[in-house]
């Protein structure tokens, strides 16, 4: 380790002592424990609007393989509460509790670390419970336009309920946008503290992703491996996918934390070429005008990719992908579109750019403060965009 690496590293553990003992004065101060506000990954509701930054206490369980694991259900937010209220009202429930599963995307009682992917397919669609599509159109090599049209809605659907915000509700709050005095706060934060903040809405966000994931149909069938494999190299294409939908162009800002903030407020991330290069592209997507049910198939197709690195069972993936590459080009054919099909693939091109960009911003940081990603970053976050080398280089430093 060179001296300035030595340096910064005794800098960065002095500073998380210091953090330390301010949040336990903090923490004694407070006569009621349950004051310390904790991380709730999007399983529970959030109490309270989080506009500003709010001190975060690292308590982050979720891994992407408990992720998959659990059988979960979303329930869109519904009634007329607003903005991070609405996202506040949307619930995770565990479908063991109640038993009211969803229609068709709880996978009761399916746990794939003990099943085979021959034992999944032995088992029949109904039993699983999924919709009739599965069994039969999936595997099916000439699907009618019927079992497409299904695959559409049912994709949509996914898309729909698993969304954090809905894109009209999103339109009536245009106007709240962060004041200078909020964006100056974001700004005076210190470079990991904000790192850190931005690293918890992403795996929020992410999270979102692998549910909506777990409900395309087809997604479910495939080795779990290759389910984590395509979810560590697509969920973040699909989160600036979906960063498109509540992206105002008028004045280039992004629903984020509660209100609508521009690039210039993430400037203490010190990545502004990033942050840039990801503006401009919700910018370009947002000019194709897409409706919603194209969104939802475009993220399907963007995560549901053969070419992935480390996939095992890649005939598999690409079996699903046709699939819903039919269901694409089929959608875009009832809309009179079929222009955009070219036009989307070179979308394909631009997120993977963005996302070497994100993975080499992450290592430049982790250079100055790896105890800040190794101890305070989510789990979630370091399994899908640190790599396992890196994670080695990480524990032995
Ligand atoms: C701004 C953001 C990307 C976009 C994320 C969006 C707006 C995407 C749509 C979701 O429905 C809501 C949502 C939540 C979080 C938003 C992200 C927070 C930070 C990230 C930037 C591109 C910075 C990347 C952060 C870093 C470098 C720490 O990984």
């Known amino acids: 380790m060179s001296k300035r690496q030595r340096d910064s590293l005794f800098a960065e553990v002095e500073r998380h002592q210091q953090q330390q003992q301010q949040q336990q004065r903090l923490q004694a101060s407070q006569a009621e424990p349950e004051s310390v ?3 709730r990954p999007s399983k529970e509701p959030r109490g309270r609007p ?3 930054i709010q001190p975060l206490v690292p308590t982050f369980p979720y891994t992407l393989d408990q992720e998959l694991n659990c059988s979960s259900e979303v329930h869109p937010y519904q009634g007329s509460a607003t903005g991070e209220a609405q996202a506040a009202a949307l619930t995770y429930r565990s479908s063991q509790r109640g038993g009211e599963s969803s229609s068709f995307s709880t996978l009761k009682g399916f746990d794939p670390r003990r ?6 397919l032995s088992i029949p669609g109904n ?3 999924l919709r009739a599509f599965d069994t039969e159109g999936l595997f099916c090599p000439y699907p009618t336009s019927t079992h497409i049209e299904e695959l559409c809605a049912s994709i949509f659907r996914s898309h729909r309920e698993t969304n954090q915000y809905r894109v009209e509700e999103l339109q009536a709050l ?6 200078r005095e909020e964006v100056h706060a974001y700004q005076n934060k210190s470079m990991d503290e904000m790192w850190q903040h931005c690293a918890v809405r992403l795996t929020d966000a992410v999270q979102y992703v692998v549910e909506f994931a777990k409900r395309i149909p087809g997604f479910r069938q495939l080795g779990q491996n ?3 494999a395509l979810l560590k190299s697509g969920s973040m294409e699909v989160v600036l996918v979906r960063m498109s939908r509540i992206f105002n162009t008028e004045n280039s800002t992004v629903f984020f934390d509660g209100k609508f903030a521009g690039t210039e407020l993430f400037k203490s ?3 502004g070429d990033f942050i840039a290069s990801v503006f401009d592209f919700a910018h370009s997507l947002c000019a194709l005008r897409l409706t919603e049910q194209q969104v939802a198939l475009f993220s399907a197709l963007v995560l549901i990719n053969a070419d992935r690195p480390c996939l095992e069972d890649r005939d598999r993936v690409l079996r699903v992908r046709k699939d819903v590459e039919l269901a694409l080009s089929h959608i875009l054919h009832r809309d009179n579109q079929e222009s955009l099909l070219h036009k989307l693939y070179q979308k394909v091109a631009l997120l993977k750019n963005l996302c070497t960009l994100h993975i080499e911003k992450l290592r430049w940081f982790r250079q100055y403060y790896p105890l800040t990603v190794h ?3 989510p789990p979630l976050y370091k399994e899908l965009f640190v790599s396992d080398t890196d994670i080695h280089t990480m524990v032995t430093l």
């Open 226 to 228: 290759d389910q984590i």
């Open 375 to 377: 101890s305070l970053f």
């Open 37 to 39: 506000p904790a991380y």
């Open 174 to 179: 245009r106007w709240k946008i962060f004041s």
């Open 127 to 129: 039993e699983m419970g």
């Open 269 to 271: 991330l010190a990545c």
């Open 115 to 120: 099943s085979t992917p021959e034992a999944i």
């Open 50 to 52: 989080t506009h500003l």
